[in-house]
């Protein structure tokens, strides 16, 4: 008889020495993502879950993104303006800020703190209800865990991820623009002429695609963590807690590798 629900794709998480418990820990999280995009087409669609795990992971998310965009943004700013003084170019810092925050300051912003706040209070909050044996209670009563936690969750990452993504790249290309002006006696016109020459719609689309799939992702690895958590008690949390932000900071470097070089070769063309 077929399995349903966490159990159907929980086999081996919790034998990670072995080579065949991580490819099976590899195959459970696929086969739960499958059903959680599966699920985003299927009636009734769960609204309530989605609006509030949205509030809930820009509420976490929204102080610390401001916290590491601004000096994170500045401090790169203020490199490459002395590269380019050195190399008598300096009217070009609108260039450089505005294509850095666009294309990569906005992305691992954003999935430093998706990853680092949000994705961990999901698989708390879940990793809480499995030891709770609540997962359990809800598939006795004909509930999929799936549809009604996993795809909300998944989605509210990544609609969240697109939003702090915007506040990031216009934080950057502003405290880039103070910084050079009022620090590094920058011509203000010059870089605002320049903000544009090396970034334009297909730039600003591959930042918001890339966002968009960090949040996704790191929401699935937290959902798939707190639904899979072997043992129990507070321990076991926190040791999910923890492969989340491992394991989310390794499939999203990844993920941000690949999609820049897609759309590098894209542009280029």
Not at 92 to 106: E, M, N, P, R, Y
Not at 190 to 218: M, N, R
């Amino acid at each position: 008889m077929a399995t349903k629900g966490p159990e159907r794709w929980s086999t081996g998480i919790s034998l990670p020495n072995g080579v065949s418990g991580a490819m099976q820990a590899v195959g459970g999280f696929f086969a739960m993502a499958l059903d959680a995009v599966r699920f985003v087409f299927r009636r009734p669609f769960q609204w309530r879950e989605f609006l509030e795990q949205s509030w809930f992971v820009a509420r976490v998310s929204m102080a610390p993104t401001l916290l590491v965009a601004i000096p994170f943004t500045t401090l790169v700013s203020f490199i490459l303006n002395i590269l380019l003084r050195e190399l008598g170019a300096a009217d070009l810092s609108g260039a450089g800020a505005a294509f850095g925050a666009v294309t990569q300051l906005g992305p691992l912003v954003t999935v430093l703190i998706v990853a680092g706040a949000g994705a961990t209070a999901m698989c708390a909050d879940l990793g809480s209800r499995t030891i709770r044996e609540e997962i359990d209670a809800m598939e006795v009563l004909g509930i999929n865990p799936v549809q009604r936690l996993v795809t909300p969750r998944m989605l509210a990452s990544g609609l969240v991820a697109l939003l702090l993504n915007s506040l990031v790249v216009i934080i950057g290309i502003v405290g880039g623009y103070v910084f050079s002006v009022f620090v590094q006696d920058v011509n203000p016109g010059a870089f605002a002429a320049g903000i544009t020459l090396l970034t334009h719609v297909p730039e600003v689309i591959i930042s918001c695609v890339k966002a968009a799939l960090f949040g996704l992702i790191a929401g699935l690895v937290a959902c798939y963590r707190g639904l899979t958590i072997s043992g129990g008690g507070a321990k076991a949390v926190g040791n999910a807690v923890n492969e989340t932000v491992v394991y989310a900071f390794m499939a999203l470097f990844v993920i941000n590798v690949v999609v820049t070089a897609i759309g590098i070769r894209m542009t280029t063309r």
